[in-house]
């Protein structure tokens, strides 16, 4: 609810150049961001689309799905309410962490606050940022399953971590605050079993990291740009749906 302005906000900057094609189609006379997706548009379709940001297939797909779900065109108003649900979801997930680790007064209060504060506002209101958004949902999901027993909870978790990795690589900032609380949630058990999802979810982490070096002709840099249009045909995809 505090968060509900975002809603009515438009696409933004770099916004125009992720998803090609949007200011044309909405027509939006934005002088540069406008000819920028028009020059993107018509380099993808002749199959030549140029270097795009970091590969981040996961929230790309969402972005895609999001514009197929409003019949191939992409609304602003259908972004930015599916990212205040994710972070409404991503509060709740929160609350769930914080009751294992310490009272529900307090579980309550840091998810509140998690909620309610600006520190994430950017991330619900712009969509190029909304990489960390989903990072740190797919992360808190992966750390409610470790905090907890069972091997098909452990399995998800590892495709949880690859799945944040893939959605931003940002994410693996929040491995250590993972881990701390999935072993604190776990403190009752052997040390062995406590820590035992480890080597599982490092395994998934390296394969989506050498996914991504892959996909960026094997640049395993965490860094903002890159050389590189091997993602052409995910590009290519994103850049029909806008144009639909």
């Known amino acids: 609810v505090v968060h509900s302005w975002t809603a009515t906000l438009p696409f933004q900057l770099d916004d125009y150049a992720l998803l090609p094609g949007i200011g044309t189609e909405l ?9 920028r997706a028009q020059e993107m ?13 970091l590969y981040r297939p996961v929230a790309w797909l969402f972005w895609w799905t999001l514009m197929q779900l409003n019949g191939s065109f992409a609304d602003p108003l259908w972004f930015h309410v599916a990212f205040l649900l994710i972070h409404g979801c991503v509060a709740v997930l929160l609350h769930r962490i914080l009751l294992r680790l310490c009272s529900p007064r ?9 909620a309610i504060l600006p520190g994430g506002i950017q991330a619900v209101s712009w969509t190029a940022a909304t ?8 992360m808190a999901a992966a750390t409610l399953c470790l905090m907890r027993r069972g091997w098909v909870r452990t399995t998800s978790a590892g495709l949880f971590v690859a799945a944040a990795f893939l959605s931003k690589e940002s994410a693996i900032m929040l491995l250590p605050a993972m881990t701390l609380a999935a072993g604190a949630g776990r403190r009752d058990e052997t040390s ?6 480890i080597p599982w979810t490092t395994g998934m982490l390296v394969v989506a990291w050498a996914w991504r070096a892959n996909a960026l002709d094997g640049n395993w840099a965490l860094s903002y740009a890159y050389d590189a249009t091997s993602n052409r045909g995910f590009a290519f995809i994103v850049t029909k749906a806008a144009h639909l």
């Open 27 to 35: 027509g939006i006379d934005d002088g540069a961001a406008k000819d």
């Open 41 to 53: 548009l018509a380099l993808a379709e002749a199959g030549d689309a140029p270097p795009r940001y």
């Open 106 to 114: 307090g579980a309550l209060l840091g998810a509140v606050c998690a």
């Open 131 to 138: 990489g960390d958004l989903l990072a740190t949902a797919w």
């Open 192 to 197: 062995w079993r406590r820590w035992s999802w």
